[in-house]
């Protein structure tokens, strides 16, 4: 056994740091559910509340550009197949269009997959993380 860690050695009864208010644990699965939602004094939430916020955030990002890079590239190509008989003053003119048909193609398409894959990642990770915390 080390020097310092025989009980005859302590002075007095383990004190807890300042931030922990409430070292018990709460009685039921629903009791500890509710306890996930409240902040701390600082303000901030618990681990696994901010773990479900990050995941849908980078869920929504993957599924924009998921979603977004083949409709930007789709709707670029069938502008171009549409527009042949347009007369543009100048080359410039035509890239313009293309590209603005393409970034509207991306922002349509993936907004639809974004909500969509962020609404399943959230609902995925939050069932996980309150079937986790009930136990």
Same mark, same amino acid.
Not at 42 to 69: F, N
Not at 71 to 91: D, G, N, P, V
């Given at each position: 056994?080390?020097? @310092?860690?025989?009980?005859?050695?302590?002075? @007095?009864? !383990? *004190? &807890?740091?300042? %931030?922990?208010?409430?070292? #018990?644990?709460?009685?039921?699965?629903?009791?500890?559910?509710?306890? &996930?939602?409240?902040?701390? *004094?600082?303000? *901030?939430?618990?681990?696994?509340?901010?773990?479900?916020?990050?995941?849908?955030? %980078? @869920?929504?990002? &993957? @599924?924009?550009?998921y979603g977004g890079v083949?409709? $930007?590239?789709? +709707?670029?190509?069938? !502008?171009?197949?549409?527009?042949?008989? #347009?007369?543009?003053?100048?080359?410039?003119?035509?890239?313009?269009? $293309?590209h603005n048909a393409a &970034?509207?193609?991306?922002?349509?398409?993936?907004?639809?997959?974004?909500?969509?894959? $962020? $609404?399943?990642?959230?609902?995925?990770?939050?069932? +996980?993380?309150?079937? %986790?915390?009930?136990?």
């Amino acid at each position: 056994m080390a020097q @310092g860690a025989s009980p005859e050695n302590q002075e @007095g009864p !383990y *004190q &807890l740091p300042s %931030t922990i208010q409430n070292p #018990e644990t709460p009685e039921s699965g629903w009791d500890r559910i509710k306890e &996930l939602f409240k902040p701390n *004094q600082l303000g *901030q939430y618990p681990e696994e509340v901010q773990a479900v916020v990050k995941s849908t955030i %980078t @869920g929504a990002i &993957l @599924g924009w550009v998921y979603g977004g890079v083949p409709a $930007a590239r789709q +709707s670029r190509e069938h !502008y171009i197949r549409q527009s042949q008989a #347009e007369i543009y003053q100048h080359k410039v003119e035509a890239v313009r269009s $293309a590209h603005n048909a393409a &970034l509207r193609g991306f922002i349509r398409y993936g907004w639809r997959w974004s909500w969509r894959v $962020a $609404a399943f990642v959230t609902v995925f990770n939050s069932v +996980s993380t309150g079937l %986790t915390v009930d136990q």
